[in-house]
């Protein structure tokens, strides 16, 4: 899911309030009050929304500026339409620049490349180990001394088939590690994953690796 989805779909029963106030003013009002019981910020994002739709070309003027002093590509901008504009108009500048940096990130994933600040290594459950923000290892679980995710933005590049580059890891901690018979310690291994010979501590990148268990 890119960013803009992602936003769509936590706007949801605000944008849906909006589009039922063009049709049956009356009955939203009814309905705001219900809302306005459990905190009123529907009617808030509400009123954000319709105003920013009025003023879709400076929201897109403001989202093109902020691009510029975020140095990220302007086509994240160019790209939205009137209720992406609207939407993010109603979520403000803080909400502007996390998209605008989610969206250039995404396009780095995208490419095939890791974005400039995710240099902390997780083990993803579905993907193995992959590189991620640093901020994301402080919510996760350590397991076998690794930091363990569910799932990861990396999740839907290696999906789609594309390159998902690979945190550097050793042979001698991976459950696929076959040790020379000779020299067990230091001795060129194999891989029962299919991954080729390596020396145990050999640092190198590998989409297969599974962390031993460790006591
Ligand atoms: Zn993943």
């Known amino acids: 899911m890119n960013a803009l989805a992602e ?5 949801q029963p605000a944008a849906n309030l909006a589009k039922a106030a063009n ?12 809302q306005d019981s459990q905190g009123g910020e529907s009617r808030i994002a509400l009123v954000s929304l319709g105003a920013s739709k009025r003023a879709g070309p400076a929201v897109r003027a403001d989202l093109l500026a902020l691009a510029d002093r975020l140095a990220v590509d302007r086509d994240h901008v160019h790209r939205l339409d009137d209720d992406g504009l609207a939407l993010l108009a109603a979520i403000g500048e ?3 620049r996390a998209f605008l940096l989610a969206a250039e990130d995404a396009a780095t994933r995208q490419a095939g490349k890791v974005p400039l600040d995710d240099t902390a290594a ?12 640093p901020g994301i290892i402080d919510v996760l679980p ?11 933005p990396w999740c839907v590049i290696r ?10 890891v050793t042979c001698a901690t991976c459950t696929h590690w076959r040790p020379d018979a000779i020299n067990p310690a230091a001795g060129v ?9 390596h020396y145990p501590v050999q640092r190198h990148g590998c989409g297969d690796f599974a962390p031993r268990k460790r006591p």
């Not at 936003?7 to 706007?11: C, F, P, S």
């Not at 291994?189 to 010979?197: E, F, K, L, R, T």
């Open 7 to 11: 936003l769509r779909k936590r706007a």
């Open 122 to 133: 997780i083990y993803c459950a579905h993907c193995g180990p992959v590189y991620v923000h």
């Open 94 to 96: 803080g909400g502007m």
């Open 189 to 197: 291994g194999d891989c029962a994953s299919g991954h080729g010979a």
């Open 159 to 168: 999906k789609a088939g594309g390159y998902v580059p690979r945190p550097h």
């Open 23 to 34: 049709r049956h003013p009356a009955a939203v009002t009814d309905s705001q009050d219900s």
């Open 142 to 152: 350590v397991v076998d001394g690794w930091p363990r995710a569910a799932g990861c």
